[in-house]
């Protein structure tokens, strides 16, 4: 366990001034004692630069929750804009929180390094939002820069602490961010608490990480900060999590602190929200996720009558374009549209989908575009290994039918990744293998990686894998191979440390997306199945 350090402390006192605290309007606190008061909140999560509408292929999943198919186009913060501005002017008591991930995931991000998403999230008069491992994805030193400079609303992360570290950005975090905010509507407390990820964050549990943040315990962060909160006068402990579904069941389930949960980090959309029992009190806690990518807003009513929730209330609004855009926001983000036309040509043609590309095997395998990257790896020039592999989850959307451009592209591959290459032994293999497909079976027994050059069986209840070729030709444990990855999981994101231990890495500097983007320009069409391009194979063969 972890103890407390008196910057929380100090950290915790910032976040309770009256700027961060919307104060009553009618010149005093109403006595609610008994009274049951109605509080709305208006939720969003994992936005990841999806500023402006884009085109995509809604699932099944999307379809069930009212996003429907057809509509040209999906998403944009003014869409966003215009639901919460329509559903505030319906409440009275209201809050809208975000859980995180604005940054990453289109060429907004790329080029302007979460300015743009900063600047239309204050504008739009968000109240808080939880720290979540993409803001990362620049830097921690971007982090604290676009914090300081764009972002109004209060950032939150009470399980992260910067103040031992001499990293020169870690102080500027420290100041960009806090653990808690207190907001008083109309006499109604509402203390939140931040909850960060750290499972997705590289080497952040090593005590010199490069971002300057020591983690902390639950067990130690949300009892302490719910008993200041309700010391402050809070009527109610809202949970604002990037921790993901199951850690939140797990807070839920643990703390009786807790009243109500806000998270993400899982891209799915709770509809109707989760309710877990506190095992401590059986007190019933609210679970909600709104999903990811701009395709929704979640609005969750609650009554509350001297601290317990008496019901709940939850809509869910799709973003399709039957939304009008809010001029206010897409007068501000123009300017960022324009530089983007004029410096990228976004709309510039690559290529055609035949087909939607998927980016996950419909059998949990190999995917059509897992092995149409894994093969464009391994076969640039300058690169050309024997074997390659890289994480399923690079692979942020699939590619929808019609024309693939540039702006496509992007919101495919956001992460501005490059080749590494490095020699494995076949031992090395095995036990990447092998880390995959237990990672794998802790996910649905759905792959984590794609593969060139491999075919193996991912055995999900033995969690090894098993029957693995090289080539066509069976693995020799003691044989040495080349393989090109990617240079996220060579310096063991998402867990692959046994890639990290390799000492025979050699980072190219080639991008990944330009290495795709060449491909489909050369290829034209896609896919091609008679070339076997493009195109489910086998090679993965998920067994559960």
Known sequence: MLGLPRSLLVLLQ??????????????????????????????????HARTFPYHFDPSFTDNGLGLPDDAGSYGGLARISTILKQERAKSGRVLHLDSGDSFQGSVTFNYFDGEAEFRALSAMGLDGAVIANHEFDDGAENLANQSINWATFPRLAANYEFENSNLPWASMLQQASQPTAMYDLDGFRVGVIGMANFSSLNSIDEENNSLGIKMLDSGDVIPHYAALLKD??????????????????????T??????????????????????????????????????????????????????ILSTDYQLFPIDDTIPE???????????????????NIDQVLGYADE???????????????????????????????????????????IPIGDITIDTLFNTMPFDNTITTMFLSGREIQETL?????????????SQIQVAGIAFTMDCNAQVAVDILINGVPLDQNGVYEMATNNYIAHGGSGFEMLQRNTTQVDTGISIRDVVQNEIIQRSTLPQPDDGVAVEDGRINAVY
């Not at 809202?238 to 389930?253: K, N, P, T, Y």
């Not at 092998?434 to 759905?446: H, I, L, N, P, V």
């Open 232 to 253: 402050q006068g809070a009527d109610i402990i809202v949970v604002l999590s990037h921790m993901g579904v199951d850690e939140d069941r797990i807070l839920a389930e």
């Open 255 to 308: 703390f009786p602190e807790i009243d109500l949960i806000l998270g993400g980090h899982n891209h799915v959309a709770l509809d109707p929200p989760l309710v877990i029992t506190n095992s401590v009190t059986g007190k019933r806690i609210p679970l909600v996720d709104s999903g990811a990518f701009s395709k929704f807003v979640g609005r969750l009513d609650i009554v509350v009558q001297d601290g317990e």
């Open 356 to 398: 939607q590309l998927d980016r996950y095997g419909s059998t949990g395998g190999d995917s059509m575009l897992g092995n149409f990257t894994a093969e464009a790896m391994r076969a640039f020039p300058g690169v050309e290994t024997e074997i390659a592999l890289t994480n399923t989850l690079g692979i942020r959307s699939d």
């Open 14 to 47: 910032l976040s309770l001034l009256p700027a961060c605290v919307p104060m009553a309007t009618n010149g005093g606190d109403p006595d609610l004692t008994g009274k049951a008061v109605r509080v709305t909140f208006l939720h969003t999560s994992d936005i």
């Open 326 to 344: 809010d001029p206010q926001i897409a007068g501000l983000l123009q300017k960022y549209q324009d530089v983007l036309d004029d410096e990228l």
């Open 434 to 446: 092998d880390y995959a497909t237990a990672r794998s079976s802790e996910r649905g027994c759905q």
